[in-house]
T-cell receptor, first 111, second 113 residues
Framework: RKEVEQDPGPFNVPEGATVAFNCTYSNSASQSFFWYRQDCRKEPKLLMS???SGNEDGRFTAQLNRASQYISLLIRDSKLSDSATYLC????????????FGAGTQVVVTP | NAGVTQTPKFQVLKTGQSMTLQCAQDMNHEYMSWYRQDPGMGLRLIHYSVGAGITDQGEVPNGYNVSRSTTEDFPLRLLSAAPSQTSVYFC????????????FGSGTQLSVL
């Protein structure tokens, strides 16, 4: 079983709609959680860190559920420019803080 | 497909030593890249390649060298290791089109003493 799992999608979303997807992790000692947006040929861009209390940045909301070991990302009022692959990244608690990557969830926003 | 294979998983070097981190992909991806990840920081691009014979510098290229003699392989060389290069290194590849996914290797934990 992979340590970090995501639904690969694609999630086809009409412009203006809301889309949400999860990422599950298997290591209960995982400490830090992030959502990245990635496009091929570009450096993955940190979208937001995910905190226990949940956090919101504009149209994006991230939640962490430690009991069920998943994080979620919700995008409201989807824009065409939101089409991308969203990468879930989990940092383990060993001294190196090594990142564990999900496989990415593809979102396609259509006019 | 094995995906992106990165070796070694762990390495300890002394200052001044050189070594090569290996990265290979069997997906016929055009684009390959190397990142380093340090505590409290996101992934930073070291070098990348858009195809065999073509390489270019990323954000933090100093002290590293790359080559892309084949589509499959993209080794990263540390010419003279320094403690500042202690980090976790990730290799990645993708097909090259927009909105294509990046596939990551499992990472190399490097310590330079």
């Amino acid at each position: 079983r992979k340590e970090v799992e995501q639904d690969p999608g694609p999630f086809n979303v009409p412009e203006g709609a809301t889309v949400a997807f999860n990422c599950t992790y298997s290591n209960s000692a995982s400490q830090s959680f992030f959502w990245y947006r990635q496009d091929c040929r570009k450096e993955p861009k940190l979208l937001m860190s995910v905190y226990s209390s949940g956090n919101e940045d504009g149209r994006f909301t991230a939640q962490l559920n430690r009991a069920s070991q998943y994080i979620s990302l919700l995008i409201r009022d989807s824009k065409l420019s939101d089409s991308a692959t969203y990468l879930c990244v989990v940092m383990t608690t060993d001294s190196w803080g090594k990142l564990q990557f999900g496989a990415g969830t593809q979102v396609v926003v259509t006019p | 497909n094995a995906g992106v294979t990165q070796t070694p998983k762990f390495q300890v070097l002394k200052t001044g030593q050189s070594m090569t981190l290996q990265c290979a992909q069997d997906m016929n991806h055009e684009y390959m890249s190397w990142y380093r990840q340090d505590p409290g920081m996101g992934l930073r691009l070291i070098h990348y390649s858009v195809g065999a014979g073509i390489t270019d510098q990323g954000e933090v290229p100093n002290g590293y060298n790359v080559s892309r003699s084949t589509t499959e392989d993209f080794p990263l060389r540390l010419l003279s290791a320094a403690p500042s290069q202690t980090s976790v290194y990730f290799c990645a590849s993708c097909r090259g089109g927009t909105n294509e996914k990046l596939f990551f290797g499992s990472g190399t934990q490097l310590s330079v003493l």
